[in-house]
């Protein structure tokens, strides 16, 4: 196994992981804990029952970027994989754009959450705002893997030409 096809099962496994993290931290309500109950991006929950929040702008931005993070993280692992399965032309560019995107939208999404909760009196961040925090990286590095293949892909066809051995 090369050092390109190393670096693109790498991106792969590490775009696997940002899906686990950030869909995780989508769909579960503990991004903060209170005396009394737990909130999330999408219910507040006091003791035994949970109530839909309302409608806050910066909660619905925090959403709808975890929400594109999670989707676009689906769509870059599936194309790692293609390249995987099917050496898939051109597919390398697409898949470091998506990861890069999807940790882009991450960013936003968990600094938009931190800036306004971080002030709150007795309210502390729970596991899965920092399963959110866990996928940034993840999607990162794993849109560098194959930012990195790419360029072994175009320096080896750049030097193919050249009658040298190396």
């Not at 686990?20 to 209170?34: A, D, E, G, P, V």
């Not at 909660?59 to 689906?74: I, K, P, Y």
């Not at 470091?96 to 995107?101: A, D, K, P, S, T």
């Not at 320096?155 to 050249?162: E, Q, R, V």
Request: net charge positive; glycine share 12%; with cysteine.
């Amino acid at each position: 196994m090369g050092v390109k096809r190393c670096l693109q099962f790498g991106g792969t496994l590490l775009g696997c992981l940002t899906n686990i993290f950030s869909i995780l931290s989508t769909t579960t309500n503990y991004w903060i804990r209170y005396p009394g109950g737990h909130s999330g991006l999408w219910h507040k929950c006091d003791n035994v029952t949970c109530t839909n929040l309302g409608c806050e702008t910066s909660l619905a931005v925090t959403g709808a970027c975890m929400v594109l993070a999670a989707s676009s993280g689906m769509v870059g692992l599936l194309f790692g994989l293609r390249i995987l399965c099917c050496e898939g032309e051109g597919a390398g560019q697409k898949t470091r754009i998506i990861f890069l995107l999807c940790s882009l939208l991450l960013l936003i999404a968990l600094i938009g959450y931190t800036v306004k909760n971080t002030w709150k009196k007795d309210v502390f961040f729970s596991w899965s705002y920092f399963a959110g925090w866990l996928a940034f990286p993840f999607a990162f590095l794993a849109g560098i893997c194959f930012l990195m293949a790419d360029m072994i892909i175009q320096s080896t066809d750049a030097i193919s030409g050249f009658p040298v051995c190396l």
